[in-house]
């Protein structure tokens, strides 16, 4: 993706927006130019879906995941993984930082914002999809955003609008959800960094949208 | 616009039940259904609908009998410990003959057991959630789609019959997320003059109860009770038939195991096994009529389930034992790979599974 990634890119949005498939994505994404990349898993809502999914390729791709030692077993306790401070401090490392879902999964990133802020090296963005029932208008889609930056106790920087009706997606879809990002943009004076589509629809989509993102999907469908 | 929203399939649950005119519910809070509870808190305020959070499961569900004796459209929604916990209202619902929905978004167990997907709770949905002889419409989606769809049946049969009736998902259904269109045609809402709505003085008082003094009245409410059972039986089975025309091997799962077992049949198929797949789709009513049609030209069949063989039982009692029934399972929070349930179906071609 043509996006200037900066040392720290945060991941927020609604839940069920397509965070942790974005994160890996872009953690893949980045180590294809730093060598240094790590992927942090701070989501303390969701039990099911989790970073530590794609653990194996991540793995093989030499980026470094953080999650907690409790992501995808039946301990349902909201537990942070204790080096996510190193991702803050060490920084030699370009970092993905995955947040929970809506306003109380981004409460446990108040506990780094402040050094974040401070380091000023990071992009924080929201995650949108306007096929999803809670984020399906510009004015619900603030509601949730605002919420978020209170309880993470920072201020978005962009918008990854990942528009989707999961398999079912078509090019229209995509193309039919352009105008309800580019209102969120201007109602937020927040630039759009990228549009997500799967693979398959890249090619279709391309010359028709600037700064496409091409999604691996990363879960296993059943 | 797509006429599709992407939910998860505890999300579609709330919604339906929103458009299916479901103004109020109760419940507490368990992984993995927390969902329905999240969703309804942030939409029934915006549409004038009650959405309160227990101090427990239980008190969750006398909110719903004291509710369901109005005749308003109520649910509450739970994971497996939590419907343990119901039992006592379930039965109090059944005895009173109120209708509700009770949504199960099953975990593994028994006791705290873990928070990842089961159907460990057949059993308990269709044979004993509680004392005394009662029965509940047991609804068993698989897919998002169906995640709805179950609900606002659920809704509509409950009613119908005066009865709970309860969607039994698993934890993996109510965690992913599929495109679902939710264009319903939810009709009136039927007649309830036996709902306590306040006498205004024009009409003797409605009493809602299940404590009777005489026991042959108890008998007369029960035989009542069983007659209706007996009608739905025979009117509300539902089931899907999937290539069981030419099937010479059957694999019988519902709900997520469904999913699972088509997989492994399609596979199966390209490797020139003649197999096909029986999904209840009622659980109670247990529609009996395709297993009993299957035995007449499969060899075996196959119950896939996430238990250590629950529906396995009903199954054996439809097909009443005319050809071997085997189980592939897992448990405590595992599902059966499509690899496990094709080797199953191997094992049946080549001679049986053991």
Redesign the interface.
């Known amino acids: 993706m043509k996006y200037n990634y900066k040392r720290i890119t945060l991941l927020s949005g609604h839940y069920g927006s397509g965070k942790t498939n974005i994160a890996v994505n872009m953690a893949f994404d980045l180590k294809k130019n730093f060598h240094n990349v790590t992927i942090a898993d701070l989501d303390i809502v969701n039990p099911y879906f989790r970073t530590k999914d794609s653990q194996t390729e991540l793995e093989q791709s030499g980026i470094k995941l953080i999650c907690s030692e409790y992501a995808n077993s039946n301990v349902d306790i909201p537990a942070l993984p204790q080096e996510m401070y190193s991702v803050i401090d060490d920084k030699s490392q370009r970092a993905v930082i995955d947040i929970g879902g809506d306003d109380r999964g981004a409460l446990a990133l108040g506990r780094y914002s402040k050094g974040i802020i401070e380091e000023n090296d990071y992009d924080m963005l929201f995650v949108i999809n306007c096929y999803r029932p809670l984020t399906c208008d510009v004015q619900t889609t603030l509601e949730v955003m605002r919420e978020i930056e209170n309880a993470g106790r920072i201020k978005f920087t962009g918008i990854v609008n990942n528009s989707n009706l999961g398999e079912e997606t078509t090019a229209d879809d995509i193309l039919d959800s352009l105008d309800y990002a580019s209102d969120i943009s201007k109602a937020t004076r927040l630039p759009i960094v990228a549009t997500c589509v799967k693979e398959e629809l890249f090619d279709v989509l391309s010359e028709r949208i600037s700064n496409l993102f091409a999604l691996k999907l990363q879960k296993k469908i059943i | ?2 006429d ?5 399939g505890n ?1 579609a649950i709330a ?1 339906a039940a929103i458009i299916a005119g479901c103004r109020h519910y109760f419940g507490y809070p368990i ?2 259904q927390t ?1 329905i509870a999240a ?1 309804m808190a ?1 939409r029934m305020p915006k549409i004038g609908g009650t959405f309160l959070q227990a101090e427990s499961e239980i008190a969750a569900i006398n909110m719903v009998y004291g509710v369901a004796s109005t005749g308003k459209r109520v649910m509450t929604s739970s994971s497996s410990p939590g419907i343990s916990l119901k039992g006592e209202g379930l039965s109090y619902l059944a005895g009173a003959d109120l209708p509700s929905l009770v949504i199960n978004v099953q975990r ?1 167990g028994p006791g705290l ?4 997907p089961s159907q460990s709770d057949y059993f308990q949905a269709t044979k004993g959630a509680a004392h005394g002889d009662f029965r509940m419409i047991v609804l068993a989606p698989s897919s998002v789609q169906e995640m709805a769809d179950m609900t606002v049946k659920g809704f509509e049969l409950a009613d119908k019959y005066r009865m709970t009736a309860m969607v039994l998902a698993d ?2 259904m109510g ?5 679902v269109s939710l264009d319903y045609k939810i009709g009136e809402p039927i007649e309830k003059p036996w709902a306590t709505t306040g006498t205004k003085m024009e009409r003797p008082h409605n009493i809602v109860n299940s404590l009777f003094l005489e026991p042959d009245e108890l008998e007369k409410s029960n035989f009542a009770r069983y007659d209706r059972y007996k009608t739905i039986e025979e009117n509300e089975c539902m089931y899907e038939e999937y290539m069981m025309d030419d099937a010479e091997i059957c694999v019988t799962a519902f709900g ?1 195991a469904a ?2 077992s088509k ?1 492994a049949i399609n596979e199966a198929r390209k490797q020139g096994i003649k197999v096909g797949l029986i999904r209840p789709i009622t659980l109670w009513p247990f529609p009996k009529a395709p297993y009993i049609k299957a035995t007449e030209k499969v060899k075996e069949i196959i119950s896939v389930e996430l238990s250590m063989g629950q529906m396995i039982e009903d199954v054996r009692l439809a097909s009443e034992c005319k050809v071997p029934v085997s189980l592939c399972n897992r448990v405590g ?1 595992m ?1 059966p790979s499509p690899e496990q349930v094709l080797d199953a179906i191997k094992n049946a071609a080549k001679g049986g599974n053991k």
């Open positions: 616009m797509s599709k929203v992407l939910m998860k999300e919604e992984t993995p969902e969703y942030k593994g057991g873990g928070i990842q934890g993996t965690q992913m997320m599929e495109p997520i999913r699972v997989n929070g599902i």
